[in-house]
């Protein structure tokens, strides 16, 4: 019985199979060698980080004094159930395509 690992014609034909496909891949860029690149555009992830900073102490009496003149923590599980507000105002489908949108769907 005849490996398709060992033996027999399989490494023959896998050099077959790649050689067409990189001679096929090789006319395209010879075909695309006069068209001009598009250019790229750059926006770093962290050009609108902050970082960590310390918020002011309160006393705890005073903390919990505001949650319960504000509703208590009601109000927070309802301000969590809000959808948040678009943080791009230009994020729409058509402009999915940059190289932050790693996972994205078009």
Do not use: C
């Amino acid at each position: 019985m005849d490996s398709p690992f060992y033996g027999g014609s399989w490494p023959i034909k896998w050099a077959i199979r790649v050689g067409l496909a990189l001679s096929g891949s090789l006319a395209l860029a010879q075909e695309n060698a006069g068209a001009v690149a598009p250019t790229l555009k750059y926006h770093s992830v962290f050009s609108q980080y902050q970082g960590f900073s310390e918020q002011p102490l309160a006393p705890w009496r005073e903390a919990n004094d505001t949650v319960e003149s504000i509703g208590g923590w009601q109000v927070y599980a309802r301000e969590a159930q809000q959808p948040d507000p678009a943080d791009k105002p230009n994020a729409t489908p058509g402009n999915m395509g940059t190289p932050s949108d790693h996972g994205s769907t078009p």
